[in-house]
């Protein structure tokens, strides 16, 4: 089964973003894998703290379904 990703651009400072890169290349991940790696541990932290954060359709897909 495919995995639906979604794109969207993402600014960081210089010294946030020469930090990260070193952390990405020492995980021998790249940038991308890396900040996905990093939303998903804090996601998964916050919903230890907080429960659950549940999901609609429209919250996955809009409110066109699409």
Same mark, same amino acid.
């Given at each position: 089964?495919?995995?639906?990703?979604?794109?969207?651009?993402?600014? +960081? $400072?210089? !010294?946030?973003? =020469?930090? +990260? @890169?070193?952390? =990405?290349?020492?995980?021998?991940?790249?940038?991308?894998?890396?900040?996905?790696?990093?939303? @998903? @541990?804090?996601? !998964?932290?916050? !919903?230890?703290?907080? $429960? &659950?954060? +549940?999901?609609?359709?429209? /919250? +996955?897909? $809009? &409110? /066109? $379904?699409?």
């Amino acid at each position: 089964m495919a995995v639906i990703k979604t794109q969207f651009t993402l600014r +960081l $400072g210089l !010294e946030n973003h =020469a930090k +990260l @890169k070193k952390i =990405a290349q020492e995980e021998s991940r790249s940038m991308t894998n890396m900040i996905e790696y990093l939303v @998903k @541990k804090e996601i !998964e932290r916050y !919903e230890r703290e907080h $429960g &659950p954060i +549940l999901l609609s359709e429209e /919250d +996955l897909f $809009g &409110p /066109d $379904g699409e």
